[in-house]
Structures are given as structure tokens and as C-alpha cells.
């Protein structure tokens, strides 16, 4: 028997949030939380070193604990970050998942264990899972094999945290800027099923405001969280006559600073509007350029995306084609759209 559309897609969708699960949740109730010490208590990270016994065990305000978990570079809970030429203020949570390279600063590596191992104990009784390896020893093959396992794991784990969670959203969701956005990557489905999955979950594919604010930090966070994975956003060509839209029923600005620029074989000259003569004239006496930053003339690909290879600008793509949803949570999402 053929499974109708619909089932494969509810399918789908309960296979995605089965892999997330596998994946992302911790043994505590929430994933933004952490074991203590002594006691069968959860806390959230964001209340370590904060003043108050939490914990009940004080674990959370154990003074070895906390000389390290706070630092004169930046606020409570976050640590500055050297990285790639640049240093920011992030949480201690990312700083400890970010790899490829890591962060270069002054958390103690003890601190990452502890929140790797999702349990608070004094700095002196943990135990690091791995310890560095002699050069002048040969590593047996398999051992090879399992360290990279691990590392892959880790990779995963450390992204999971920078898309995925964050104190402030509900799952699957995490801070970026001033929405909660749910930066699926590990889903891979057509335009229509990624705002179908975002809806299940609350929420809708994202859209960009007027201000270009949104489009500024979305942009950081996916470089800085590593991901390759390219992403549908609410976007889409309606008809002839109407053209581009957001999900949110606004029109699109096409063009700069948004869209992606691309090669064209054939070149086309570009044109300006004059304030003074109050006239559209055509550029550099009509000079022919070969790179154009708008969808495709005629269109063939109606729907919107942020793209690694176009390094996540909108770019328009075939609506069929398999990408990870971008949602972001309505209650969150730009007042205006751009």
C-alpha cells in the first residue's frame, strides 16, 4: 500500500524530532540545566555562581567553583572568547562546545568537563576524558577509530547546544539576537515540510526585518556555530503579479544588502533613480555587468533560503529541494518585515 503524503510527511517530521531527541536532551529535565553535586536536584547553568544555594548542597556556589566561573572580561555565566582574529563576550556554555578551532581564553578546562558531564562537583574531583597523547607513542588502530567517534559525538553535541538550547527558549530553540530561533540543521526537507515542521513546533519559517537587525545576527550566529547546512526561510515568489513575499504577508525587498550576488552569462546594464532630474537613468554610461543580486528573471525557483555556498545571503532556490528549516517563534519574530 502507498503511504498518502501526508503520512510520509508526519513521518518524517516524528523522525527528525526522534533524532533530536536522541541527540540533545540531557538527563535533566531541561536541557539548559545541570546535575548537583550530592543531591538528586537539576539547576539551571545560568544560576551557577550567582549568590544563592540553588542546589541545596551549595555546589553551585562552591567557592573553587565560582573563582573561575566568573572573570573580570565579561558578566556572569559568559566568557570572552579569542577566536579567528576576533574576540567576543559568549556563554561558558559555548565557549566550552566550540571546536574547529576552540576558544582561546581563561576558562578552566575543568569547568567544560563538568558541563560535558552535566554535573556540578568541586574543580579537584574531576576527571578529564581524555588526556594528551605522547608523540613518541604509537596509537593502536582502533583506539584511533574510537577518539574520533568521540570527537564527532562532541561536534555534534557542541552545535546541538549552539542551535538547539538556550536558558531563555523552549526547546529547540535557542537566543539569537532577540528572537528564539530553531536552527534545525539535522533536518533535510522541501520548502512546504520545513514551515509545516516549524508550525508543529510553535513557529514559523524566519523572516528578516526592515532594519536588517535580525539578518546581521542570524548571520554571526551561523558562522559562528560552524554549521554547512543550508536553510529554507519564510520567503517565497507568489505569481507574476504579486511577486515575492514573506509567510508573515509582507512583501520582499529584493537586492542589496540581502541577496546573493551571482554570475550571469549574458550582462545587463543597471539602472539608477536621480533625485534632482527625478528621472531612472541607466549606470556608468550604460555599462554592461555580468553579477546580479536578485532571483532569477524567470522564475523556476520560487522559494527562499539562506545557503552555505552563497554564505547564507537569500539566494532563490527550487522548492523541492531538501534544506533544514529556519523557524523562529511568532511571539519573538520581527514586527515589520523587510
Known sequence: MTAHPRQLFSLRLVLL??????????????????????????????????GDNDCGDNSDEENELCRYWRNNDCERNNAMCHRNG??????????????????????DLRICQM????????????SMSTTP???????PTEPTAQVEEEDVVKEIDAKLNYTLRHADCPQL?????????????IGNVNWLEARAFCKAIGSDLFTLSKDGK???????????????TDFWVGGR??????????????????????WAVRHSESCQTRTFTSPILNQTL?????????????????????????????????????????????????????????
Request: glycine share 4%; charged share 15%.
Open 86 to 107: 576576533r574576540s567576543d563576550c559568549i556563554t561558558i556554555s559555548h565557549y566550552c562546545g566550540i571546536t574547529n578551532p576552540p576558544c582561546n581564553g581563561t576558562v
Open 282 to 338: 541607466q549606470a556608468n554610461d550604460g555599462q554592461c555587468y555580468n553579477y546580479v543580486q536578485a532571483p532569477r528573471q524567470l522564475p523556476t525557483a520560487t522559494c527562499a533560503a539562506l545557503t552555505f555556498s552563497h554564505y547564507f545571503y537569500v539566494s532563490d532556490e527550487p522548492c523541492l529541494t531538501k534544506k533544514s528549516p529556519l523557524c523562529v517563534l511568532p511571539s519573538q519574530g520581527p514586527k515589520e518585515a523587510l
Open 173 to 185: 530553540f535557542t537566543r539569537v539576537g532577540e528572537q528564539c530561533v530553531s536552527i534545525f540543521y
Open 214 to 228: 535580525n539578518f546581521a545576527t542570524i548571520l554571526q550566529h551561523l558562522r559562528l556555530s560552524q554549521v554547512t
Open 115 to 126: 558541563l560535558r558531564d552535566e554535573k556540578l562537583m568541586p574543580l579537584s574531583a574531576v
Open 237 to 258: 515568489f507568489v505569481n507574476e503579479t504579486v511577486g515575492w513575499w514573506w509567510v508573515n504577508d509582507e512583501p520582499m525587498v529584493l537586492g542589496s544588502p540581502y
Open 133 to 139: 597523547i605522547s608523540t613518541t607513542e604509537a596509537m
Open 17 to 50: 524530532l526522534l533524532v533530536f531527541c536522541s541527540t540533545a536532551f540531557s538527563t535533566c529535565p531541561e536541557a539548559d540545566q545541570i546535575h548537583c553535586f550530592t543531591n538528586s536536584r537539576c539547576t539551571r547553568i545560568r544560576y551557577i555562581c550567582d
